[in-house]
């Protein structure tokens, strides 16, 4: 079997997106990217407490990779589930849109990880389905 470039990002994007469930599933945090067992703000490596966007980038740095992918994902789920008035201003960029819904009052660390818990099970489902390939389709060889 040839190798699937889209498989493969598939698989790499949900590997990030697991990552990121299973830090803020082990200490989760408002208000900063990062912080202690205590609560205090720290240096990414040293963090054992994340909010969402500090979770992104912890898994960028420990895969050597980007978090773009995972920002983007993560933003267009949150994006339907923000006001009006929020939109208007976090709109254009993912890491406030990110910020914003996991820092809002009330926001609890089931509500976020039950957020990631859908992302995942969308992303799965996704990566499930056979990839077409449109050149072949337009060739009339599928």
């Given at each position: 079997?040839?190798?699937?470039?889209a498989?493969?990002?598939?698989?790499?994007?949900?590997?990030?997106?697991?990552?990121?469930?299973?830090?803020?599933?082990?200490?989760?945090?408002?208000?900063?990217s990062?912080?202690d067992?205590?609560?205090?703000?720290?240096m990414?490596?040293?963090a054992?407490?994340?909010c969402?966007?500090?979770?992104i980038?912890?898994?960028?740095?420990?895969?050597?990779?980007?978090?773009?992918?995972?920002?983007?994902?993560?933003?267009?789920a949150?994006?339907?589930r923000?006001?009006?008035?929020v939109?208007?201003?976090?709109?254009?960029?993912?890491r406030?849109?990110?910020q914003?819904w996991?820092?809002?009052?009330?926001?609890?660390?089931?509500?976020?990880?039950?957020?990631l818990d859908?992302i995942?099970?969308?992303?799965e489902?996704?990566?499930k389905r056979?990839?077409?390939d449109?050149?072949?389709l337009?060739?009339?060889r599928?």
């Amino acid at each position: 079997m040839p190798f699937d470039a889209a498989q493969s990002e598939d698989t790499n994007l949900l590997m990030k997106l697991r990552e990121v469930r299973k830090l803020i599933g082990a200490g989760w945090v408002k208000g900063l990217s990062c912080a202690d067992q205590f609560g205090n703000p720290t240096m990414l490596n040293d963090a054992t407490r994340f909010c969402l966007t500090g979770a992104i980038h912890r898994v960028a740095v420990l895969t050597d990779n980007v978090s773009d992918d995972c920002m983007n994902i993560i933003a267009r789920a949150i994006k339907p589930r923000l006001s009006p008035d929020v939109l208007r201003v976090v709109v254009s960029d993912n890491r406030d849109t990110i910020q914003c819904w996991n820092d809002k009052s009330g926001r609890t660390h089931e509500e976020v990880l039950k957020l990631l818990d859908h992302i995942i099970t969308v992303e799965e489902m996704k990566a499930k389905r056979p990839k077409i390939d449109c050149y072949a389709l337009l060739d009339g060889r599928v």
